[in-house]
């Protein structure tokens, strides 16, 4: 009776020491903020990740939000105590404004099945340009009319604007500084002269510059010539 006794209790303490066993996901930093980055470049960043529980912690999926985001897992499986890490690399080259990006880690852990790891930040054009288009309203035909477009250059070399070239003959377009440095910008002076034969006046403007991400910027001008 007594041996029965001794085994019910063993068989109990071993049912219950390993019903409480199990791994135990543990993220210091689950969202990063990259600040600024320009159009075009690639984000490296890498998430720490730790096992504190009693049982190994296996790394089932990871799952970025989109193509634009790859991760990659240090170790598939990380064994109680120790650490390992989510290497994240993300390519810019779509984007403008802010950003988001999730990506899903699916584990063994049964209080954290799926964990979401974040990037976010702000996502600059190499070129800047404003306005992005020039509506100059109602034109008397045959008188000219100036208007000014800046371009800035936010990358981190410096940029040769090549040329600017107008679409249409009514457009004329001048720039006296094609050599920008890192954060200087430059004025582009438009002059649009309306035919009297013009109802509507539709053309654009062609930037082209030495950028290998933003070689060439193409502006929209319109107007309503009048009499």
Do not use: W
């Amino acid at each position: 009776m007594k041996k029965l006794s001794l085994l019910t209790i063993c068989l109990v303490l071993l049912f219950f020491t390993t019903a409480h066993t199990s791994s135990q996901l543990v993220v210091p930093e689950s969202s990063f903020n990259f600040g600024t980055l320009v159009q075009g470049e690639k984000l490296h960043h890498t998430f720490s990740i730790k096992n504190n529980g009693d049982s190994p912690l296996s790394i089932l999926r990871v799952v970025p939000s989109c193509g634009c985001t790859a991760a990659n897992v240090s170790s598939p499986v990380i064994q109680p105590g120790k650490s390992g890490e989510i290497k994240i690399v993300f390519d810019s080259t779509n984007f403008t404004g802010k950003v988001t990006k999730n990506i899903a880690i699916e584990t063994n852990d049964p209080k954290a099945s799926t964990y979401t790891l974040s990037l976010n930040g702000t996502i600059i054009e190499e070129v800047q340009i404003t306005p992005r288009q020039l509506n100059l309203g109602q034109i008397k035909a045959g008188n000219s009319t100036k208007s000014n477009v800046t371009l800035i250059n936010r990358g981190n070399r410096p940029l040769k604007i090549i040329s600017v070239k107008a679409q249409i003959p009514q457009i004329t377009a001048e720039i006296k500084k094609q050599q920008l440095k890192s954060g200087e910008s430059a004025t582009i002076e438009i002059t649009v002269t309306p035919k009297a034969t013009d109802r509507i006046l539709s053309g654009y403007l062609t930037i082209t510059t030495d950028s290998p991400k933003k070689g060439e910027i193409v502006i929209p001008v319109y107007g309503s010539p009048t009499r």
